[in-house]
C-alpha cells in the first residue's frame, strides 16, 4: 500500500517532521496565550489624586511609595477634584488615569455610567467630614449664608458637589450668596485674614487645609442643626461626633463635642486594569487605611459598603480572602511569571509532550501492523498452497499477489528496529514462492 512510505518516512525522522513542528507550535501558542488573555501587568501607571494641598495627594503618594516597592512606578497626577478624576480614567481628560479618589455623593447613575469604560470601585478607604469655617459667630444653619461671601471648593471637585447638595437643602443656590473663587490654602488664607466669611472643605482632619483652620484664632468650626433631617434625604451623608480635643488633646482640637456631615472617599479604576494590579491595589489600600480614625475603628477600611461604584470582582476576593498564594509567597513579578507558567506553559506543554508522544507510537503502530498484516496475507497464501486442490489460475493469482508483496516490501523505508522482521518476511515470501514454484512445476 502506498500510504507505507510516507509513514515510513515520517516515522524514521519524526524528531524534526513531528516533534519539532509540534514544539514550535507550543511555543507559539504559549506566546499567544500569554499575550492575548494573560498579559503581564504594566509596569507603570497613573493616580489622579485632587489638589495638590489635599489629604489624597498624601495617599497617592503613599500608593506610589507602596507601589514601587513592587517594582511598579506609580506617577501621580494632582486634579480639580472628583469629576476631573473621574474624566481621566474614562479617558476624557489629559492624562488618562488608572486610578483615582473619588468622594461620594450617592449618585452612581450619574457618575458610574459610561459608554466608552466601566468604572469599578476598589473599597472605600475613608471617612471625610464636611468642614465649615467661618470668622461669624452663632451661624448654625445653611440658611444663615446669605449674602455672606462664601468659598465652596474648586470647580469640579467633590467639595463643590457635596456643599451645593447640602446648600439645595436649603433651598440656597449661588445667587444667594457671593461665591469667592478660591479653595484650598488660599480659601484658608483669605478666611484668616477676614476677607471671605465661611468656607466649605471635604477632607480627613490631616490636610493642612483642615489643620491650619482648626488651629487658627477667631475660626469657628460649625455645626449645624437638623442634622438628622439632611441625612435622611441626602443618604450619602451620615452624621459622626467628633469628640472633644479628639485632634489634638494637647492644643484642646476641637475645643467640645462637634457633631459633622460626612461622606465617604473611595478608590475608583477602570474595569480593564491588569487584575493583578487590581488585586495589589486593594492589598496596598488595606494597609495604607486599615488603622483606626477619627470615625471607625481600625480594620474598618477598605470597605465595600455604600459603594457607589460597582465593586471590583478582584477587590472583592482580595479584602475577603487576601491575596492569591503565590502573590503571597513570591515577589510580584516572579509570582506574575509563575502563575503564567502554571496556567499556560505547563498544560500546553503537557499536551505538546503528550502529542510528540502519540504521533509517533501512532505511526509506529501503523507500520509494526503493516508488517503483521503481510505476515498475515503470507499465512493465508501459504495455507492455501498446502490444500490438495488448487487451480492454475489461483497459483497464478499468488505468484502475482507474492511478486507484489515482495515489491512492497522492498520499497518501505523500514526503521531500524523493525530491521530483523522485515528481512525474516522477505525470507519468508521466497520460501512461500518456492513452495508455489514447487507446484507449478518449474
Not at 474648586?154 to 443656590?173: A, D, H, I, K, W
Not at 487658627?216 to 459622626?240: D, K
Not at 513570591?330 to 511569571?337: G, I, M
Request: hydrophobic content about 45%; aromatic content about 8%.
Amino acid at each position: 500500500m502506498g500510504y507505507d512510505v510516507p509513514v515510513a518516512r515520517l516515522y524514521r525522522f519524526h524528531w524534526v517532521l513531528i516533534k519539532l513542528p509540534i514544539a514550535l507550535a507550543a511555543l507559539a501558542l504559549m506566546v499567544w496565550l500569554w499575550r492575548s488573555y494573560m498579559p503581564m501587568p504594566p509596569s507603570e501607571i497613573t493616580i489622579s489624586s485632587g489638589l495638590e494641598e489635599g489629604v489624597y495627594h498624601a495617599y497617592a503618594q503613599q500608593y506610589a511609595a507602596k507601589f514601587a516597592s513592587h517594582g511598579i512606578t506609580a506617577r501621580v497626577v494632582t486634579s480639580k477634584g472628583a469629576e476631573e478624576n473621574l474624566e481621566r480614567l474614562r479617558h476624557q481628560a489629559q492624562p488618562h488615569a488608572d486610578l483615582a479618589f473619588v468622594q461620594g455623593k450617592g449618585e452612581s447613575a450619574v457618575y458610574g455610567r459610561s459608554d466608552e469604560v466601566r468604572l469599578e470601585s476598589l473599597g472605600n478607604i475613608d471617612i471625610e467630614p464636611i468642614w465649615i469655617f467661618t470668622r461669624q459667630s452663632g451661624i448654625d444653619s445653611l440658611a444663615q449664608l446669605q449674602g455672606l461671601r462664601v468659598s465652596l471648593g474648586p470647580q469640579g471637585s467633590g467639595v463643590r458637589r457635596s456643599t451645593l447638595s447640602l446648600l439645595e437643602q436649603s433651598s440656597l443656590t449661588t445667587k444667594d450668596f457671593v461665591e469667592v473663587p478660591l479653595s484650598g490654602l488660599a480659601a484658608a488664607e483669605a478666611l484668616r485674614r477676614g476677607t471671605i466669611d465661611v468656607m466649605f472643605w471635604v477632607s480627613g482632619h490631616q490636610s493642612p487645609v483642615v489643620r491650619s483652620l482648626l488651629e487658627a484664632p477667631g475660626v469657628n468650626l460649625v455645626q449645624l442643626r437638623y442634622t438628622a433631617a439632611i441625612t435622611e434625604r441626602l443618604r450619602h451623608l451620615q452624621a459622626r461626633l467628633l469628640p472633644q480635643d479628639a485632634i489634638d488633646p494637647i492644643k484642646q482640637i476641637p475645643p467640645r463635642d462637634t457633631l459633622l456631615l460626612t461622606t465617604s472617599a473611595g478608590l475608583v479604576t477602570r474595569s480593564d486594569l491588569n487584575p493583578a494590579l487590581q488585586r495589589l491595589t486593594a492589598q496596598i489600600a488595606r494597609d495604607i487605611h486599615g488603622g483606626g480614625g477619627l470615625f471607625h475603628r481600625m480594620g474598618a477600611f477598605p470597605s465595600l459598603r455604600r459603594l457607589d461604584y460597582p465593586a471590583s470582582e478582584q477587590a472583592r476576593y482580595t479584602l475577603i480572602h487576601g491575596l492569591p498564594w503565590l502573590e503571597t509567597a513570591l515577589p510580584f513579578w516572579w509570582a506574575q511569571v509563575a502563575q503564567r507558567v502554571l496556567l499556560i506553559c505547563l498544560p500546553v506543554a503537557l499536551l505538546a509532550l503528550w502529542l510528540a508522544t502519540l504521533l509517533p507510537a501512532y505511526l509506529r503502530w501503523l507500520l509494526e501492523s503493516r508488517v503483521a498484516r503481510w505476515y498475515g496475507e503470507l499465512k493465508y497464501i501459504e495455507n492455501d498452497l498446502n490444500k490438495e486442490v488448487l487451480s492454475g489460475l489461483d497459483k497464478a493469482r499468488y505468484a502475482y499477489r507474492l511478486d507484489e508483496m515482495e515489491k512492497q516490501v522492498a520499497a518501505t523505508n523500514i526503521p531500524d528496529y523493525l530491521m530483523p522482521r522485515w528481512y525474516q518476511l522477505r525470507v519468508h515470501i521466497n520460501f512461500v514462492r518456492s513452495q508455489l514454484d514447487r507446484q507449478l512445476g518449474r
